[in-house]
């Protein structure tokens, strides 16, 4: 049998090594920066990070720099890519190469490859030391011409991700983390095309930012979002009910294949019973069983 | 003596943008010292939990300027770095979520001059296996592993109990048992 104990020791010692020699907190990294910006956007970080529809994140700034993606550049945009709401390989890849005219245009030198194996656009360009201006420009030439919805349906095309399930899962979550802090995050609607209103944009990153993401994490374990989990929350649902000896329900699903409201209620019920000791308790057992 | 640093924090059309500069105020007191001692540790985990050689560093700094922002709460904690490590630890597991850091990164930075070096074939394979394992136990096995967090610190950091810890860490070694074995095989 592999000796797993000693390779993750030697694994480790190899990155503590490697990232040691590289990263220090000196005149490279953020506190002593001569100027760095960084931009974290709340919208996009939670569709990233939580999925949510084929929206296009339209984001337009008052700042000078907006003005030098202009209109009407006949370059390939986000809402034509989503238009049909599936995204082609022709056109992930004209909206890639749309970024870099975008770029261009504003006097950036960049390039794209695909050679990524997860088939995904990678952007690169020489190291000026303008980082201030190329990122604020690659930031909103991204969401021209290839939006986080772009590649969130470029995901889907490859099999990365399936949409519909996202967002019945998106859904589950959100109703879970307002149970569980008590708060009224707002209403979470997508529409006919799968999209989220600015409204449920909003009310979907409150949910997910909240607590620092925890809630929205601890959900979607609990309700068996996260890969091979589902089957493993079943046995320690019905471990709990057998050995407490109490009945929660059922864990039912929707047709999204997420738990749906009953379900959800069942399996709070049997997480949170007793502490969460029952439940630690039998994914333990079951795990030396 | 380090330069003083200014951090401006602004939100626009659902943009929030933080900017910091070498002069202005004083960093919050206690922040500088808290980041020097865990940037290459944080840096680590999300290496390895991300896989991505620009990308994690990134996602550190992602998680470094959240507790910025919210310092004068986190400074208060019993262990501000927990709170860091489970920022990142969750960030870095989302697989869309590190590849749009992978994206800024590459954009931003050039591709050759900051990539995190490559570690040994060895090592590349064992850290695949671990992110190909489901994401809780993939987090306790680089905390524990590369992060050196005792059981409790683990626990403390994924909110969960010592015995859900035990439970993932000994499942996933199972699994990276097998699965290494059969790679050795091949």
Known sequence: MTDVEHLL????DDVRTTVGDEVVADSTSIPRRGRRRVLVRSSLAGLLAVGGGLTVATMVGSDDSATTISSGDGLVTSEMILQDGLVTEAEYRAGAEAVVSCLAGAGIEATVDFDDPNRHASFSRPSSGLAVESDRHFERCLDRHLAAPVSLGWAAALGQIDLERFHGETIATFDCVEQRVGVDFGELVFDEAGGLSSDSQRARDAAFEHDDHGPWM???????????????????????????????????????????????????????????????????????? | MVAPMEVTVSQADGEITAERSDSGAEPPEGYESFYRRELGPVVGLAYVLSGSRTGAEDLAQEGFLAAYRRWDRISGYDDPGAWVRRVVANRATSLLRRRQAEVRALAKLGRSAHQLP?????????????????????????????????IAQVARILECSENTVKTHLLRAKQTLAERLSSEEGR
Do not use: M, N
């Open chain 1, 218 to 289: 601890r959900c979607q374990d609990e309700l068996g979002f996260t890969a091979d989990s589902k089957a493993e929350t079943e046995a320690v649902f019905e471990c709990v009910e057998r050995t407490t000896g109490e009945d929660f329900g059922e864990l039912t699903y929707g047709a999204s294949g997420a738990l749906d409201d009953a379900g959800q209620q069942a399996l709070r019920a049997a997480a949170g019973h007793l502490g969460d000791v029952p439940w630690a308790l039998c994914l333990e057992q079951l795990t030396v069983d």
């Open chain 1, 9 to 12: 020791e030697s694994a480790a």
């Open chain 2, 118 to 150: 490559e570690l040994s074939t060895e090592s590349e394979l064992i850290w695949r296996e671990v992110r190909r394992l489901p994401r809780r136990q993939a987090q306790v096995i680089a905390l524990r592993y590369v992060d050196g967090s005792p």
